[in-house]
């Protein structure tokens, strides 16, 4: 090899080096064979394109065209059955008509640092399939360095309705619909407008934890969201056929609730009010939330463990696709979806390759 050849090739091996470094976080995602293509959001809107927002989606497209479903989890990436139950849909499920859409880290850059309560750790280990594999537990907000500014006093929501504490600027479920030249956790809420008007999303789903009924209990409210589907007004219909279905069949009881239109920026509201898409919200209790807990266990609490959390989730996606069926002519059949009592006979791990 000449110097100049040489050169070249040691160029290339820093630059690969420095690139690979650069790269700030890149969850572990192993598809099945239902995963037909892969995208960038930024392929949606540009203006997030090489910033620690962009996040990987994936689309899951049957044979037969049909109504298409947006699921996604880990906008705030510490509420672990969100993010979990998104990957073992990427994992297991196949879609027969229609298409899903699959965002598993919805605030990838929140996603990229500790859960700033320092009580749980970012990277937990676990058996999976294929052996060891690690699930991230996340922080609730944009990683301020991504950011790139300061956090207001108060966060007023764009439409001047809402006000916030100043660090909920960085929180994605307060910045809907986002907007084109706003900060980076606006612009993130903009792009996944985007995408859902351009693929012509018919429903979609964004998967949430909260605290548990003790901790709510405890704290004398009569406000309970752990069990709970949250409705766009738009799509309450179908969202109490969801329940009905999903009490009938597993015996789970989850409280339906209507968005408030006070609270501006969340997902329910605004992507059902910005867009065509029927938007639902779900919560399961994770002890990994609560504020009188100093050393909790996300995945293997013996009352709320996450293979019951991921379970309700995943019927909740099976109960909202089988409304949507019974309302709408356009349909979306999906095949594998790992069910609830599988879940908890066998464990999440089962389901992850
Ligand atoms: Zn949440």
């Not at 996604?72 to 969100?82: D, I, N, Q, S, V």
């Not at 764009?158 to 916030?164: A, H, I, L, Q, R």
Request: aromatic share 10%; with cysteine.
């Amino acid at each position: 090899m000449n110097k100049k050849k040489l050169i070249v090739v040691l160029i290339f091996i820093f630059v690969l080096i420095v690139s690979c470094f650069s790269k700030e976080f890149y969850p572990d995602i192993r598809p099945g064979d239902g995963v037909t293509d892969f995208k960038w959001l930024s392929d949606y809107f540009p203006g997030i394109k090489e910033t620690n927002v962009d996040t990987p989606v994936y689309i899951m497209s049957g044979e037969a065209t049909g109504a298409t479903f947006l699921l996604m989890g880990g906008t705030h990436p510490g509420e672990l059955a969100g993010t979990v139950a998104a990957i073992s849909f990427i994992e297991n499920a196949v879609v027969k008509t229609g298409k899903v859409i699959v965002i598993p880290y919805s605030n990838l850059s929140a996603a990229s640092i500790p859960d700033l309560t320092g009580k749980v750790s970012h990277f937990l280990p676990v058996q999976t399939k294929s052996g060891k594999r690690y699930l991230v537990f996340g922080d609730r907000r944009t990683d301020i360095n991504d950011e790139g500014i300061e956090d207001p006093e108060v966060f007023v929501h764009p439409s001047d309705e809402t006000e916030y504490k100043g660090d909920e600027s960085r929180n994605l479920n307060r910045n809907y619909p986002g907007e084109e030249n706003g900060t980076l956790t606006s612009k993130l809420a903009f792009a996944i407008i985007n995408l859902i008007n351009e693929e012509n999303v018919d429903f979609n789903l964004d998967m949430h934890e909260s605290r548990t009924p003790e901790e709510y209990e405890k704290s004398n409210s009569d406000y309970n969201l752990s069990y709970s589907l949250v409705c766009n007004p738009k799509a309450l219909e179908m969202g109490i056929l969801a329940m009905l279905n999903l009490e009938l069949e597993t015996g789970i009881n989850v409280k339906l609730e209507e968005s408030a239109k006070n609270s501006r920026g969340l997902s329910h509201l605004e992507i059902g009010n910005y867009t065509n898409s029927l938007s639902f919200l779900s919560e399961t209790p994770n002890p990994a939330q609560d504020p009188s807990k100093n050393n909790p266990d996300p995945m293997y609490d013996s009352k709320y463990p996450l293979k019951h959390r991921i379970g309700i989730q995943l019927e909740i996606v099976q109960m909202l696709i089988d409304s949507y069926n019974m309302l709408f002519e356009e349909k979306l059949e999906v095949e594998k979806i790992p069910t609830y009592s599988d879940l908890m006979k066998y464990g999440f791990e089962a389901y992850l390759n």
